[in-house]
């Protein structure tokens, strides 16, 4: 679905830098989401926004932060980055209206990283 | 806190046969109940959802899903697999009162031909 966006699509780093993976979408849904896909793990939240002054932790926020620079865009950022943290990152939106818990996440292609 | 389990991590059917893939679900409130697909090297794409309407719930592609409060189970079914079935399907609940939304683990889906 081309209405959410990732950069890149994959990349390989080392341990100890710095990476941002981008998010962008389209659909002008108020609410954002950051997941990783580990195998027989499923997909854990890192991060969420419910709009551009609103950014909450996740499941599982260590090691990671997030920028919400408009409503359209929301990254990740890994300050310094270790082998444990390579997997699968899924970028989400959804609708922020009134019923909105019954509102599914669209997501993104995924962003495949690996950490040597 | 709400949370999913799939009970099978793996499930393997000959094209043309039913499928069945179990989902059973904690919540302390009332869920809403979600069920994604991932084709290889791909996003994840809604299926089908249940939020508090009709409990057999049919989505895309021909699948369905009944939600049973008493058995609280969520499993997906459809009457006969086709080869483009093969991909992993995530089980997704979210409670009503947060915006948590919490996945289990995935299953595989193999379709023989």
């Known amino acids: 679905d081309a209405d959410v966006t990732q950069t890149p699509r994959n990349r390989i780093t080392k341990t100890g830098k710095r990476i941002m993976l981008e998010c962008s979408q389209t659909?002008?849904?108020?609410?954002m989401y950051w997941y990783r896909q580990d195998p027989g793990l499923g997909l854990r939240l890192i991060y969420y926004s419910f709009d551009v002054k609103d950014i909450n932790k996740g499941e599982i926020s260590d090691g990671y932060s997030v920028s919400r620079q408009a409503q359209a865009k929301f990254s990740l950022s890994l300050e310094s980055a270790i082998p444990n943290q390579t997997a699968l990152y899924f970028c989400a939106t959804s609708p922020g209206t009134s019923g909105s818990v019954r509102n599914e996440q669209f997501f993104g292609p995924g962003t495949r990283l690996t950490v040597l | 806190a709400q949370s999913v389990t799939q009970l099978d991590s793996h499930v393997s059917v000959s094209e043309g046969t039913p499928v069945l893939l179990r989902c059973n679900y904690s919540?302390?409130?009332?869920?809403?109940l979600f069920w994604y697909v991932q084709h290889p090297n791909k996003g994840l794409q809604l299926l089908l959802k249940?939020?508090?309407?009709?409990?057999l719930v049919k989505g895309i592609n021909g699948f369905e899903a009944e939600f049973k409060k008493s058995e609280t189970s969520f499993h997906l079914t459809k009457p006969s697999a086709h080869m483009s079935d093969a991909a992993e399907y995530f089980c997704v609940v979210r409670n009503y009162n947060n915006n948590d939304m919490r996945f289990g683990a995935g299953t595989r889906l193999t379709v023989k031909p």
């Open positions: 249940y939020t508090s309407a009709a409990t």
């Open positions: 919540s302390s409130y009332s869920p809403s």
């Open positions: 659909k002008g849904h108020d609410r």
